[in-house]
């Protein structure tokens, strides 16, 4: 069993609680990486898309796949007691932990369905907060 953490960083101007859509626990949200095989070390193609299953029993993984050159299985459980939400610009932030068997989770890949509040907007000459989707790309 390895644990991987994943975490991210962002240039947060005027912006806090960057984190997917649904909050840091929601089943929703697809996690994208690459998988290399612990096995014989073979990278993965495509990349493996893994959600949280809230139905599953405890300890359960949430990816179970065989690689395709040496056959091996391996999953992959994921650990959303270990999420937050980005708060901080500049500062890395613990977004989900895996619990690793068999693969190591290489190159994550951001895609769409993320959510921001703002701090401080102008708007009817007045501060709101409010909640917008935004695409985000490697930093």
Request: hydrophobic fraction near 35%.
């Amino acid at each position: 069993m390895v644990r991987f953490l994943l975490q991210i960083r962002a240039k947060l101007q005027s912006l806090t609680n960057l984190q997917p859509q649904g909050g840091c626990k929601d089943p929703d949200f697809t996690y994208l990486f690459k998988l290399k095989c612990e096995g014989c070390g073979e990278l993965s193609e495509k990349e493996a898309g893994v959600r949280l299953n809230l139905g599953k029993r405890k300890g359960a993984p949430d990816l179970v796949r065989k690689c395709k050159f040496c056959e091996r299985e391996g999953s992959v459980r994921m650990m959303p007691e270990h999420s937050r939400p980005l708060t901080q610009t500049g500062v890395y932030c613990p977004l989900m932990m895996f619990d690793c068997k068999g693969y190591e989770p290489m190159d994550f890949v951001f895609s769409g369905g993320w959510k921001v509040e703002s701090v401080s907007v102008f708007y009817s000459s007045s501060h709101r907060h409010f909640l917008f989707y935004c695409g985000i790309s490697h930093l």
